[in-house]
T-cell receptor, first 114, second 113 residues
């Protein structure tokens, strides 16, 4: 089955710096790659996602890149702010729309210091 | 988006007892998913609940321990049976909408003493 690895496990940056989180997946059939942000005591919330037919997607300060050949994808956060502090999870899925069986990475705890 | 109401939000239970978690969605969905998030860990899929059929369990999870009901297209329950302290976790239900985005309930924080 699918296996998703995520690095680093913790990441500390200064406000205004960029943060990069990387994930690799094992199943070449995976076609959907979402990123979730989970604040302490709250549910995971989708922040950005990318499909296998796209190499890069951007939404304001966050972007995701996908390299299908290498089977890895990355989350990029620019101009980080203290409110970006949270745990971030990547995930991969091989399901069709309506049946997205997500396999999650191990998570990255991001701390943005003022 | 999807509105998912999950309850209870938290509970403290005695070992050997069972707890049933409910998940209500604001509109019909084909499949509902149940995840476990152990303290400080990632999310692990327990099972997929399809209305009108038995749930499909992931490796390491069995129906006797985590029975699931799916009586209609907007509701599901997960029961954690014969609980032990190792079952202390956050349990989350999830549905998928539109282009594949997964939405989560607020979670049930379970502590077994």
């Amino acid at each position: 089955g699918e296996n998703v690895e995520q690095h680093p496990s913790t990441l500390s940056v200064q406000e205004g710096d960029s943060a990069v989180i990387k994930c690799t997946y094992s199943d070449s059939a995976s076609n959907y790659f979402p990123w979730y942000k989970q604040e302490l005591g709250k549910r995971p919330q989708l922040i950005i996602d990318i499909r296998s037919n796209v190499g890069e997607k951007k939404d304001q300060r966050i972007a995701v890149t996908l390299n299908k050949t290498a089977k890895h994808f990355s989350l990029h956060i620019t101009e980080t702010q203290p409110e970006d502090s949270a745990v971030y999870f990547c995930a991969a899925s091989t399901g069709n729309t309506g049946f997205q069986k997500l396999v999650f990475g191990t998570g990255t705890r991001l701390l943005v210091s003022p | 988006s999807a509105v998912i109401s999950q309850k209870p939000s938290r509970d403290i239970c005695q070992r050997g007892t069972s707890l049933t978690i409910q998940c209500q969605v604001d509109s019909q969905v084909t499949m509902m998913f149940w995840y476990r998030q152990q303290p400080g860990q990632s999310l692990t899929l327990i099972a997929t609940a399809n209305q009108g059929s038995e749930a499909t369990y992931e490796s390491g999870f069995v129906i006797d321990k985590f029975p699931i009901s799916r009586p209609n297209l907007t509701f599901s329950t997960l029961t954690v049976s014969n609980m032990s302290p190792e079952d202390s976790s956050i349990y989350l239900c999830s549905v998928v909408r539109g282009g594949g985005e997964a939405f989560f309930g607020q979670g049930t924080r379970l502590t077994v003493v």
